[in-house]
C-alpha cells in the first residue's frame, strides 16, 4: 500500500464517522465505499520479477491495447500500449535494467486514455532508459480521470528490472518504445502486470 492511499482515504473514512454518529447512513456508506476503494487502489503489491536473460518486463498493470511498428528520432523500433483501468494497480516499474537518461514532464490535455492522440498531447513523464544494448523508452501517461503523473527516479539514477518508477493516479496508459530488434511477444488484449509479464524479448546486455 502506498502511503498516499492513507492520505486520501482518511478524510473520506473520518466524515463517514461523523455522519455516522449523527444518523446519515446512506451518505456514510457512500463515504465509505469511497474510502475503501482509494486504499485498493493505491495498493502496491509485490511481484516475482522473471530471472530468464534478455526480457522486457511490462512497466504497467493493464491490458495491451495497441502493438505498432513506429520510430522514435529516426530509429525504427516498436511501441506497445498499455491501458490501465480504474481498477488496475497503477504503480510503474523499469521495463529493463539500466540507468535513466531522461525523465521529461510535459503538460498536456486530459483525453480518454484509450484515444490514440493522448500519447502525444495529454500530461505525461517521458522516461528512457539506457542499457548496453540500446535505449527503451516509456511514458506515464495520464488519462481523462487521472490527473497526475509521479515518477520517484531521476536522472543518473540506475534501476533494476521490476523496479518501482512511479505512478498515475485514476486511469491512464502507459507507452513502451522498443528497438526494432526487440522481439515483442505479448499480443494484443493480452492482460499484463507490471514488473511480472514478459513484454518482450531483447538482448539489452549486448
Known amino acids: 500500500m502506498r502511503k ?6 482518511a478524510p473520506l473514512l473520518l466524515m463517514a464517522v461523523i455522519f455516522l454518529a449523527v444518523g446519515w447512513k446512506w451518505p456514510a456508506g457512500v ?3 469511497l474510502g475503501l476503494f482509494v486504499l485498493y487502489f493505491f495498493r502496491d503489491p509485490n511481484r516475482v520479477i522473471p530471472s530468464e536473460p534478455g526480457t522486457v518486463v511490462s512497466p504497467a498493470d493493464g491490458h495491451v491495447m495497441e502493438i505498432v ?4 528520432d ?10 490501465l483501468a480504474v481498477w488496475d494497480v497503477h504503480v510503474q516499474r523499469a521495463p529493463v535494467a539500466g ?8 503538460p ?13 498531447e495529454n500530461e505525461q513523464n517521458i522516461i528512457s532508459i539506457s542499457t548496453p544494448g540500446g535505449t527503451l523508452v516509456f511514458k506515464q501517461i495520464a488519462g481523462a480521470i487521472a490527473r497526475r503523473v509521479l515518477c520517484w527516479k531521476s536522472e543518473g539514477e540506475n534501476v533494476s528490472l521490476g523496479e518501482r518508477v512511479g505512478m ?14 526487440a522481439e515483442v511477444v505479448v499480443r494484443r488484449g493480452q492482460k499484463v502486470e507490471g514488473g511480472a509479464s514478459i513484454l518482450a524479448k531483447w ?3 549486448a
Do not use: C, M
Open 31 to 33: 463515504l465509505i465505499f
Open 4 to 9: 498516499e492511499g492513507f492520505t486520501f482515504s
Open 69 to 72: 511498428d513506429e520510430e522514435l
Open 74 to 83: 529516426s530509429q525504427p523500433g516498436h511501441r506497445v500500449t498499455i491501458f
Open 168 to 181: 498515475i493516479r485514476f486511469g491512464s496508459r502507459v507507452d513502451v518504445w522498443l528497438p526494432a530488434k
Open 99 to 106: 540507468k535513466i537518461t531522461r525523465v521529461e514532464y510535459r
Open 203 to 205: 538482448n539489452s546486455t
Open 108 to 120: 498536456g490535455r486530459f483525453y480518454a486514455a484509450f484515444r490514440s492522440r493522448a500519447s502525444i
